[in-house]
């Protein structure tokens, strides 16, 4: 009997998932397709119990259901638990498990494709939704050193900053305004957007967040925007000198990560990676 995986969220045509999981599924043979579902927030608790007695066996979750999915569910793991966030469910039997993958692929994504320890080093992050927590909850678990996190509304950055304290770490906030930001920048060896500031079609799309004179040339910036695949900030990043690591790294790993649980199976990361690589390549010539 064939199974289902897919993706949830609002919008949704956007995502590359589809294209990279189906060919993580076409890999192995397995009589499985990966789809996209559009489901808008007043739909969210339906569709979620409608899919408890089907075949769909897993489920990817994206903006804007990351933190209000876990109220439908039967359990979470402590890591989704702690970050408020959710972006993956596996289907057993009809009970439905959240997981959260974001930190691990922003991890794997860091250290194999960005060659860098976060250990004891200065980070700036810039937001603090469900991304930004799971990124702070990884970095922590490395032993990162003191934190800076900038965001729009000063009460989800100062809860943000609260768990990085209550775990023994220096962490501030800083308003989400080009003088404190600059501030903060001169001295960050990891600059990590996990905003949507920049994303292709958004009301940013255009916006850098930081010009190239405030990021440090031995910094490593880090935009998990990956649509498109070098966004703004990217580009002020290269052309101040700074290395950097776009989205889609961390898209794939987190992917992986998922497909692993839902699966069982190694996932091939070259097939993945190169399947996403040229589904947003050849967006962006579209576009």
Known sequence: MATRFGIIGFPISHSISPVFQQAALDYFNLDA????????????????????????????????????????????DEWAAVAGAVNTIVNRKGKLIGYNTDGIGFLRALREVGKFVPSDRRVLILGAGGAARAVVLALISEGVGPLTIANRTEARALQLSQMAIYHGLTAQVIPMDPLALASAAASAELIVNCTTIGMAHGPDEQLPLLPWDQIPAAALVNDLVYNPMETPLLKEASRAGAR?????????????????????????????????TRAMEVRSKVC
């Open 33 to 76: 397709s990966y789809q996209t579902w559009t489901v808008q927030p007043d739909q969210l608790s339906e569709f979620i119990q409608g899919v408890r007695n089907t075949d769909v066996v897993g489920i990817n979750v994206t903006v804007p259901h990351k933190e209000s999915v876990l109220s439908y569910l039967d359990e979470v």
């Open 244 to 276: 950097t690591l776009g989205g889609i790294h961390m898209l794939v790993f987190q992917g992986a990560a998922s497909f692993e649980m839902w699966t069982g199976l190694e996932v091939p990361i070259p097939i993945m990676l190169g399947t996403a």
